[in-house]
């Protein structure tokens, strides 16, 4: 069964992989890589493996990781680790995962990764930068906004909890966690929009938005730009003693990555597709780690991703089977993807 689906992985993939590079042709998409035109895309990645939190914490022997073509949203490689057979923690698995498929895509794909969006783990895009292996051409990273502003509410929810400052300090600051990753927000958003004005935005004016901040939703305003905000200055409340230096330091935090959140981009593809995982390994109290579980579940949330819900029919169509049972033909007509599917196989 293992190898059937294998098989199926393959082709779906070099299907994926050949629509992706047309459409990056015919938009434009080129790179130059050794003195040759390729055809670059943006992906988005992520990976997973699975914890035991019965009172005390315990990583999983298997993960997996994803790469998804931004703009098709189709799948481009996917991989599962066991740290049995390869010895390394299974935080890493993601990185070794991620760092193949970056590896593979000009082999298997005839493809550039040139941008890669991800969450803040900056340990994958460290793996990537010293061990992808594309001549004269350096892999840049955009940062999801969902992830950076969940960041930069952590701290904050932590300093409204703790019992070292004052109950009247931390009653000031919780009601305004939200204002804090809304303004953020919107700082974002609209650097991103007017990065081509004729005064543009960059990423240094995002910066400046993010710092100020603190100062905004405390009250203080003379340091607001127009843009930002509207209203004049009220009475300062920012003499928050030591809970305000640690609402300065999460907003500079984040204001020190403005130049990967300029672009205003997010993993919600991989978050979507980790729903997918997570319906097959039913939560965390089966064990589906031996004899290949965690594998053809995994591929089956590929399957689900690429075909819908009903997605027997196009596994046995990548296969090289045509024929079906007209219910298999009629449910997958019903699938999210079939749209796209079906341009695919129109240009084909």
């Not at 998804?68 to 740290?83: A, F």
Request: net charge positive.
């Amino acid at each position: 069964m293992l190898l059937k689906f294998k098989n199926a992985q393959n082709c779906i993939l070099k299907q994926n992989g050949e629509y992706v590079k047309k459409l990056a042709i015919e938009r434009g998409y080129l790179v130059i890589v050794a003195g040759k035109e390729m055809p670059a895309v943006n992906v988005v990645v992520d990976g997973s493996w699975s914890k035991r939190t019965y009172g005390h914490g315990h990583d999983s022997n298997t993960g997996m990781a994803v790469i998804i073509e931004e703009d098709t949203k189709l799948v481009l490689w996917i991989g599962t680790r066991n740290k049995y057979c390869r010895q390394y923690p299974p935080k890493s698995m993601e990185s070794e995962i991620i760092v193949e498929g970056f590896n593979k895509s000009i082999e298997f794909h005839g493809l550039v990764y040139q941008n890669v969006i991800g969450d803040g783990d900056s340990s994958v895009y460290h793996e990537i930068l010293n061990r992808v292996q594309y001549p004269n051409i350096m892999v840049r990273k955009f940062e999801c906004v969902n992830h950076a502003l969940k960041n930069v509410k952590k701290p904050l929810i932590e300093s409204s909890n703790n019992t070292k400052h004052k109950l009247e300090l931390r009653k000031i600051l919780k009601p305004k966690i939200e204002r804090i990753a809304t303004a953020a927000a919107s700082a974002i958003i609209y650097n991103h929009e007017h990065q081509y004005d004729e005064v543009p935005t960059t990423s240094l004016t995002l910066r400046e938005d993010i710092i100020n901040i603190p100062n905004h939703v405390f009250g203080s305003h003379h340091k607001c730009k127009e843009y930002f905000c509207g209203q004049k200055d009220e009475p300062d409340d920012t003499v928050l003693l030591l809970i305000w230096q640690e609402i300065k330091k999460a907003c500079e935090n984040l204001a020190n990555k403005s130049g990967r959140l300029i672009q205003n981009k997010n993993s919600n593809l991989c978050e979507g597709f980790m729903a997918q995982v997570s319906k097959f390994l039913q939560g965390k109290r089966l064990n589906v780690s031996q004899k290949n579980g965690y594998e053809i579940r995994v591929l089956s949330a590929l399957f689900a991703y690429q075909f819908g819900p009903f997605w027997l029919a196009g596994v046995t169509k990548a296969l090289g089977r045509n024929q079906h049972p007209k219910i298999w033909i009629d449910l997958s007509r019903q699938n999210l993807w079939n749209s796209k599917l079906m341009i695919i196989e129109q240009e084909d």
